[in-house]
Every structure is written in C-alpha cells, then in structure tokens.
C-alpha cells in the first residue's frame, strides 16, 4: 500500500510555505505527499514538485493551528506560533517555531515537539534582475522593507530594497534577506524568522507580535514602533547598525540554521509511529 501523508495548509503564502518545506521533507524521505491549498498557492506547491489538492477559496487558517493528515485522517496539529497548551490537545502536536526566538516552553508532554522553524528555501537557483543585481552592487548594503512605507523610505533618503521599493519586491526571502543590512517588516513570522535565520537586525513595525516582543527581548531589534515616523525608524536603524546588535543578530542566525525543522519533525513523526521506516517508504513507492 503507497505511503501518503496529506497536509491540508489554508491561508496565504506565509501559512503555506512551511508546510511546502516539510513536504519536500518528506518527498525525499520516500514518502508521496499532497497538500490541499488554495488556488493562487498552486505554483509554490507544484513548483516544489509537489502533488497539489485543490481547496475551495474559502479556506482559512483555524485559530493557532493548522492540521496534518495522513490518509484521510487529521493525525498530527501543528501550531506556527506559542500561544496554544499542547497539553490541552488531543494528539501529537509539531511546535514548528524555533526554541532559539520563542520563548521558553516548559513541561510539554510526550506528544508534543519543539522542531525549529520549516524553512523552504525558493531562492535556490533563483536569478536577481540586472537591475536588483546593479543595485545591491552598487554600494552598502541596504535595508529590507517588508511593508510598505514609501514616504518613509523616501523621507529618510534609505537606501532599501523590498516592498514599495523600486526593485526587490519579488526576491525570495532566502536569497535577499543575506545581502542586506537590516530588515524592516511587521513582525509576521515568516519575514521574522527569516531575518532572524540571515543573522541580521530587525526593525519591527507594530507591537502586537509575539516575534516583535522576542526580536527585542533577545537584543536583535531595538524596540518595536507602534507608530512609525521618519525620525524614528532613522533611529531604530541607527541601532541596527551597533556592533552589539548585529553580533547578537549573527549569533541567533547561526544557532537558527542549525536547528533542521523538517529535519525534527521527521524525527518526531517516526517517533511517534506516524510514518514507516524511510526504507519501506521509498519501497512503498512502487508497489
């Protein structure tokens, strides 16, 4: 009987590009994977040359978590943020955020994993424009904007990369985030943990993220700014730019990319006797 584990992955890129990564985990263990998402994450999914299941439009991301299937079956939950007791749930729960950013999570049962972050890197083999390429080449690194704050960026007279810049917008995270200076963003986890994984500074743009809190608890972000101004966030990158926060930044990045999410959570899945061996996976393949 072929092995198949179905992920069922609602919301946008951010809430999809996770589960892309554990599935071509899981691809190269041997197993055939299928991820139910929506229409418009139909390229990130095939384009990782994974089988796609269509979902309907509608489908959202439940409140902190979403679910892992296997068979049909919802087996495994997966939360891409603290904030829900595993305790409390039912099954095998993958906390897939890294214990080098979350905070502390003490008493977790046997049916729950800390695995680090699932990071799927799209910028392999990815080719920057003439023009981003003549741009970051052109003098120091820049700063990432991953929100949109023009008037500030023109304002400050920043030279930056990303959205509402005037190149950058489309460069995968993976590929940008290490040949710039800081990163500006709004504290999402996507943006968070990959500026967190370059090992580069972070200004967060509102206060009301968990990732906002811990960037700056941990030294690698000044304070968040609930209201940004051009004189302030001049100041938060003014801070980006000490020797002590980049340090810190740096240090977090190399604990980050040592951690191996999918890894882990392959680990854990076999632990729990929630997949085969990896060699009657691959042979499973074939019958």
Do not use: K
Request: net charge negative; aromatic share 4%.
């Amino acid at each position: 009987m072929e092995d198949v584990v179905t992920i069922v992955a609602p919301g946008g890129r951010g809430d999809v590009q996770p589960f892309v990564a554990l599935g071509v985990e899981l691809d190269r263990a041997g197993h055939r994977v299928r991820i139910a998402a929506r229409d418009d994450m139909a390229d990130l999914v095939t384009g990782a040359g994974l089988e796609r299941l269509r979902a309907a439009d509608g489908l959202r991301p439940p409140p902190g978590d979403l679910v892992i299937g296997r068979s049909g079956r919802a087996d495994v939950q997966v939360h891409l943020r603290p904030g829900i007791d595993p305790a409390s749930q039912n099954g095998p729960a993958l906390l897939a955020f890294s214990p080098s950013l979350a905070p502390p999570i003490g008493g977790l049962p046997d049916h729950a994993a800390v695995t680090g972050f699932w990071f799927y890197d799209s910028g392999e083999g990815w080719h920057p424009s003439a023009e981003l390429e003549a741009f970051l080449e052109s003098g120091p690194p820049p700063v990432y904007m991953g929100v949109g704050a023009p008037h500030l960026v023109r304002e400050i007279g920043l030279r930056a990369v990303g959205v509402g810049c005037e190149t950058g917008a489309d460069a995968p995270l993976d590929w940008l985030l290490p040949r710039v200076a800081a990163a500006v963003h709004q504290g999402d986890a996507q943006t968070a943990s990959a500026a967190a994984r370059a090992g580069i500074p972070s200004v967060v743009l509102g206060d009301d993220t968990i990732w906002a809190a811990r960037l700056h608890e941990l030294g690698a972000a000044p304070p968040p700014l609930a209201e940004p101004t051009a004189d302030s966030l001049a100041s938060a990158l003014e801070a980006t730019g000490t020797q002590r926060m980049r340090a810190v930044a740096e240090r977090l990045g190399r604990r980050i990319r040592s951690e191996g999410g999918t890894v882990a959570a392959l680990a854990a899945l076999r632990a729990w006797d929630l997949l085969p061996a990896p060699e009657l996976a691959s042979a499973s393949r074939y019958l």
